[in-house]
Nanobody, 120 residues
């Protein structure tokens, strides 16, 4: 099982980016997917998460600016980030709670991370 993120980059304050993450391999079912971030010198924090059939959850600092959505058929989650601020600069990681088809076991999986830099 692999989680592959894309969409990071350099953007000016006030700009937008859209991150995507696809889970591939022996995936039977996904219960939830989410985005975390780690800024330099800080601990990793939850940015947004979505669980099937449940309202998405957001960190207070991104409410009204970020939107998480999912393409269930393609095991993909997106994070639309608008009105970006320098404080949003971090490595963003995708995570998924999923059931493997080959072992029939649930587990947490992580992507390799994608850098988001907000700077003028």
């Amino acid at each position: 099982v692999q989680l592959v993120e894309s969409g990071g980059g350099l953007v000016q304050p006030g700009g937008s980016l859209r991150l995507s993450c696809t889970a591939s391999g022996s995936v039977a079912r996904i219960n939830s997917m989410g985005w975390y971030r780690r800024a330099p010198g800080k601990q990793r924090e939850l940015v947004a998460s979505v669980t099937t059939g449940i309202r998405p959850d957001y960190a207070d600092s991104v409410v009204g600016r970020f939107t998480i959505s999912e393409d269930i058929a393609n095991n993909t989650v997106f994070l639309q980030m608008n009105s970006l601020e320098p404080e949003d600069t971090a490595v963003y990681y995708c995570a998924a709670d999923l059931l493997r088809r080959d072992t029939l076991r649930w587990g947490d999986y992580w992507g390799q991370g994608t850098q988001v830099t907000v700077s003028s």
